[in-house]
């Protein structure tokens, strides 16, 4: 995506703090980690890794490990498709796997939890019982 540096704080080490006009980043939320990518000047002059995305309401804070940018510099912000799509997945399986377990454990089951990364997926949910191979199962009998 390309975008422009809207704000610039150069916080030491290697290390800023930046805003984008647009950001294709989400932060990290609901059980689900933040993107890793990075940010490369529109010339392909400079390159920076994402350290770390943060929610902060309706806005995110975004700190980066680079050097060479500045504020109003336009940048190509990326989030690799090796990463994002499989985060998509996971994070579209907890929706898939919570619908599961109501049907057929019962309405009560809640979410509970979840941690998803591109490389897996937990879900925690609520349920009276401890589950067992006959947990839900419908009889075919008439």
């Known amino acids: 995506m390309l975008t422009a540096l809207t704000a610039y704080l150069d916080l030491g080490d290697g290390l800023f703090q930046a805003k984008l006009e647009q950001s294709p980043f989400y932060p990290a ?8 990518g990075y940010l490369e000047k529109e010339d392909g002059s400079a390159r920076a890794e994402l350290v770390e995305a943060l929610r902060l309401e309706s806005d995110q804070e975004l700190v980066f490990s680079g050097e060479g940018f500045a504020r109003g510099d336009r940048v190509r912000a990326v989030v690799p498709w090796s990463v994002r799509y499989p985060t998509m997945a996971n994070h579209t ?21 979840s941690a998803v990364r591109p490389d897996k997926l937990r879900f925690d949910f609520t349920h009276p019982h401890a589950l067992s191979a006959t947990n839900g199962r419908r009889s075919n009998a008439a």
């Open 93 to 113: 399986a907890t929706h898939v796997l919570h619908e599961c377990l109501r049907e057929v454990l019962g309405e009560h089951v809640k979410q509970a939890g």
């Open 29 to 36: 939320g609901g059980g689900q980690v933040a993107d890793t």
